[in-house]
């Protein structure tokens, strides 16, 4: 079926059911392409607009499972639970590559940055508090183990020569080893 609606022009194609199954159509902002299952449920949502594209996916329930975009900041991926709850951030943007982890209730657990060419892999608690980072510079790696403040106690380097720094709860350090 092609139509012209009060937004603009369309096209539905249905199944042998007579299942609105591919649905193309224009709005104020951007084009859109829908696909249904057999339930009438759009799995699959392409669209564009200033931003720029994106491409939505959805499980049978009708749950947002996953979302790939690309707009003025980069590409990106997002996952998402059953629920809803965002799971995994993948994306560029000018600062450089990111891959974060959350939890159920969308506290980060986990991130991999690439930051102005300097990788770092950072840990983080159930109340989202850093508590081990790994960050490889010019100089050499570092790691860093964090209190449940998310403050850094206990530090481990290479640089010319290996390294080992322990702080108290302010930050001072009460033993270092070169």
Known sequence: ???NGKDGPGLTLYDENDNLRVW????????????RDENGVNRVWLCTDAD????????ENDNLRAWLCTDVDGPGLDLFDENGNTRTELYVDMDG?????????????????????????SLYDENGNSRAGLIVTVNGPMLGLGDEN????AGLAVFKGP???????????IWSAP
């Open 150 to 153: 998310g403050k850094i106690r």
């Open 97 to 121: 590559p990111a891959l974060k982890l959350y939890d159920e209730n969308f506290i980060l657990r986990a991130g991999l940055v690439v930051f102005k060419e300097v990788p770092s892999l």
């Open 163 to 173: 390294g080992l720094i322990l702080s108290d709860e302010s930050g001072t350090p």
């Open 24 to 35: 193309l159509y224009t709005d104020e902002d951007s084009p859109v392409v829908a696909l």
């Open 1 to 3: 079926q092609l139509y």
């Open 52 to 59: 720029g594209p994106g491409l939505a996916l959805r499980d």
